[in-house]
């Protein structure tokens, strides 16, 4: 019983967000970045979010995102006792990217592989190469804007950062869990004790924020500029350095210029 429960919450996490994850769109419809559902050019084209988007192409995620590569983040841990082991997989990751069928596969196969090397660059940086879950010391940080009064925070509830993008705030606990099916930001542990809950409010974090942004050729700087404006203008250049530089390998890992625009 315990094992076809735990199956059925895999399944609605996987089919939770496939269609219209930011609109609510109706089944083959598309979703915009700017919020809004259609079929035609102005939804399915250039600016097509989610759903059948013209743009996508045939690439498999889990081609690039290979064993080799995976384990690779992995064995750059250093640390012994990463809380990370046994948590991250990349099983996990496929499992949940599946429910953003737009993540990695629009335009052409170095797009996929640029965008792909990003999202697990900055996945490197925030959690050591996959070893950690939390922020360093985000326990007695609790990250609470009460001027969202749309994502209240709960009561004796902090907000740190949690999972493979160090999710912060109640605002993006809120609109996350609204995406993905599970109420984090009356639970926001949940981040940081399911897996499957943890990597899926990252990848929407990367939609929202970086996707759009990333895919309209702006570069791998202004994702650095999305996830924490605070280390852009020359303000923690060593943080931005560490970022480029997990950039850069992945995607000479892949076979891929990095492009322009690599700082913030």
């Known amino acids: 019983m315990k094992n076809l429960f735990t199956l059925f919450t895999l399944v609605c996490l996987v089919l939770g967000a496939v269609s219209g994850q930011k609109c609510g769109c109706k089944r083959g419809e598309c979703c915009s970045k700017f919020g809004f559902c259609g079929n035609d050019d102005a939804h399915c084209g250039t600016n097509c979010w989610a759903g059948p988007c013209k743009r996508r192409n045939k690439v498999k995620v889990g081609d690039i995102v290979s064993d080799g590569f995976f384990n690779g983040i992995v064995a750059s841990q250093r640390p012994r006792g990463c809380p990370g082991k046994g948590f991250y997989s990349r099983a996990r990751f496929l499992l949940a990217m599946a429910s953003y069928p737009t993540f990695g596969t629009i335009g052409s196969v170095d797009d996929s592989k640029r965008e792909i090397a990003a999202f697990f660059a900055h996945v490197a940086h925030e959690t050591g190469s996959l070893c950690f879950i939390e922020?360093?010391?985000?326990?007695?940080?609790?990250?609470?804007?009460?001027?969202?009064?749309?994502?209240?925070?709960a009561a004796n509830k902090h907000y740190y950062g949690r999972g493979p993008l160090k999710l912060t705030w109640?605002?993006?606990?809120?609109?996350?869990?609204?995406a993905i099916g599970f109420n984090v930001l009356k639970n926001p542990e949940l981040v940081a004790t399911n897996a499957l809950i943890s990597i899926k409010a990252s990848i929407w974090f990367w939609m929202e924020n970086c996707h759009g942004t990333f895919i309209s050729?702006?570069?791998?700087?202004?994702?650095?500029?999305?996830i924490n404006s605070a280390e852009c203008d020359g303000k923690r250049t060593a943080q931005v350095s560490s970022r480029v530089k997990y950039y850069e390998d992945y995607c000479k890992l892949f076979q891929v210029?990095?492009?322009?625009n690599l700082r913030c």
Request: net charge positive; proline share 10%.
């Open 217 to 226: 050729g702006k570069g791998f700087g202004a994702t650095i500029r999305a």
């Open 135 to 153: 922020e360093n010391g985000g326990q007695s940080k609790p990250y609470c804007d009460q001027t969202y009064s749309k994502w209240p925070c």
């Open 170 to 178: 109640n605002y993006n606990y809120g609109a996350a869990g609204r």
């Open 257 to 260: 210029n990095p492009g322009p």
